[in-house]
């Protein structure tokens, strides 16, 4: 039985960035919140809790005073400095230089607007944390738009610029472009910056190529990874048996059956020892059925 792990699965640069930095501080024995899961696995939230990483909501954050609050990869609303500022909160801002660089272009662009006549569309997931930041850019203003399928709300005759979540699908952010060229007036201007994340992007032809080539594509991600739901999709589009799992103790047996070749990958999201401790769990189950 081959049992491999693949190579381009785990943490992505803006993931590993915001653990080493809570690492660094609580090192230092210093108290620090988290601003909201610090990653979307719960077996990583849960070490770094052990380490004393105290996860809070906004809720939580914003009755906070003289404290230390990590902000976490996917970024935060201008809101949250301003409430930070007020209530002598140190920051600690972990958000992916990406999504910063993202932050600040949606931010000149709406600045830009006197008349705030255009409208201002991200293509990303309603409600997920770093769309929040986005927006939040624009004062509330901004259109979100969560598949290629809405983009039909948008108003054609009034200026359209387009943005995306960072780890959107290119697909369906060409597909949008595309959709908007063709209906646009001609007395309205479009335009687009495709700002999906490369290291991100990349992971979906990568993934492809690996689950051709094992029977079986056990892919270990926690349940709110929107960008595990993206890579698991690919997985299973090419190969129908790919199973996705939080944890080793979810994998059922009878998965394994007539199977030569197992690969174990993840969301950008899945730390690489969690993986591992699918691994080790698969061989033990293996050698229990000889």
Request: proline content about 3%; some cysteine.
């Amino acid at each position: 039985m081959v049992i491999e792990i693949d190579e381009g699965s785990g943490f992505c640069f803006g993931v590993t960035r915001a653990i080493g930095k809570a690492e660094e501080e609580l090192s230092n024995g210093k108290n620090l919140y988290c601003l909201g899961d610090i990653v979307h696995n719960g077996k990583e939230c849960n070490r770094l809790q052990q380490l004393g990483l105290i996860t809070i909501g906004h809720q939580e954050f914003n009755t906070l005073k003289d404290a230390n609050v990590l902000l976490r990869a996917h970024g935060e609303p201008p809101s949250t400095y301003q409430k930070a500022s007020e209530n002598n909160i140190h920051i600690i801002d972990a958000t992916c230089p990406v999504v910063l660089h993202l932050q600040e272009r949606i931010r000149k662009e709406y600045l830009g607007d006197k008349g705030h006549k255009k409208q201002i569309v991200i293509f990303g997931k309603n409600g997920h944390a770093e769309v929040l930041g986005l927006v939040g850019q624009t004062e509330g203003t901004a259109i979100v738009i969560e598949s290629p399928d809405e983009v039909s709300q948008l108003d054609f005759t009034r200026d359209i610029s387009l943005y995306s979540q960072t780890t959107k699908s290119l697909d369906g952010f060409r597909s949008i472009v595309e959709y908007i060229q063709e209906h646009i007036s001609p007395s309205a201007t479009f335009k687009y910056a495709d700002t999906i994340c490369r290291q991100v992007a990349n992971r979906m032809p990568h993934i492809r190529d690996f689950a051709t080539r094992h029977d079986v594509i056990l892919f270990v991600c926690g349940k709110k990874s929107s960008n595990g739901r993206v890579l698991f999709s690919q997985c299973l589009g090419v190969n129908p048996r790919s199973y996705m799992i939080d944890t080793a103790s979810e994998v059922d047996p009878s998965w394994l059956n007539e199977c030569d070749s197992i690969g174990i990958c993840g969301a950008t999201s899945t730390p690489k020892w969690l993986m591992e401790e699918c691994k080790v769990h698969i061989q033990k189950l293996l050698s229990s059925n000889k």
